[in-house]
């Protein structure tokens, strides 16, 4: 499962798997219970922080009820286990001639992020709901806005870049405009955009 490139470090997950374990994954009734006492059928889907909410109960990880901070030693894992499974990542995609090999390091770098952020205290549901708002805002819903945006970056007035100049370009898909850098083609901020909101979950660790 894992490359055999990366050599450096203590590969936890063949660690963990060496000290606990693991039976091949049922839905028992405790864990059905886990995954909001939803009626489990063979093959039906699961949102991925329900497999991992049984993932951390087997290892006897707690979670947090509310949001709050790691600790060190939780920090000093999880970065490890985020920085492992993004070289995993970023050597499939440079290589980009294996399908499989970049489902499965897609998969491990949305399990242990996603387990960082619920070791945090934090629904990821939240954090994807307020970041994709914010996301598409990116777009303009005229061509005014487009093109203001495209002056903007050219005096180096955007809010987002103040005082540094960059070359822009507007392209419009069915009726939404979408300001791109010329050097690289990268979708860039409207002048409307507005930045994710998360009180409503830093407000929780309060």
């Known amino acids: 499962?894992?490359?055999?490139?990366?050599?450096?470090?203590?590969?936890?997950w063949k660690k963990i798997r060496e000290v606990v374990y693991l039976p091949p994954f049922f839905f028992s009734k405790k864990n059905t219970d886990i995954l909001n006492k939803q009626t489990i059928k063979m093959g039906k889907i699961q949102p991925l922080h329900s497999y991992i909410t049984v993932w951390l109960e087997r290892l006897n990880i707690k979670k947090p009820v509310t949001p709050q901070l790691m600790t060190d030693e939780q920090k000093k894992l999880n970065m490890?286990?985020?920085?492992?499974?993004?070289q995993e990542l970023l050597l499939a995609l440079s290589k980009n001639d294996d399908l499989t090999e970049l489902c499965d390091a897609y998969f491990d770098v949305l399990w242990v992020v996603t387990?960082?952020?619920?070791?945090?205290?934090?629904?990821?549901?939240?954090?994807?709901?307020?970041?994709?708002m914010s996301n598409l805002s990116k777009f303009c819903s005229t061509s005014d806005e487009?093109?203001?945006?495209?002056?903007?970056?050219?005096?180096?007035?955007?809010?987002?870049?103040?005082?540094?100049?960059?070359?822009?370009?507007?392209?419009?898909?069915d009726g939404v405009f979408s300001v791109k850098r010329t050097k690289d083609n990268k979708?860039?901020?409207?002048?409307?955009?507005?930045?994710p909101d998360f009180t409503f979950i830093t407000d929780r660790a309060k």
């Open 187 to 195: 979708t860039m901020k409207s002048i409307n955009f507005k930045q």
């Open 80 to 86: 490890m286990l985020i920085d492992e499974e993004m």
């Open 115 to 132: 387990q960082a952020a619920m070791i945090n205290g934090i629904n990821v549901n939240d954090i994807v709901r307020a970041g994709s």
């Open 146 to 173: 487009a093109y203001a945006t495209v002056d903007a970056y050219l005096k180096g007035t955007h809010p987002d870049k103040m005082g540094i100049c960059i070359e822009t370009h507007v392209e419009e898909n």
């Open 1 to 12: 499962m894992y490359s055999q490139l990366n050599k450096k470090g203590l590969n936890v």
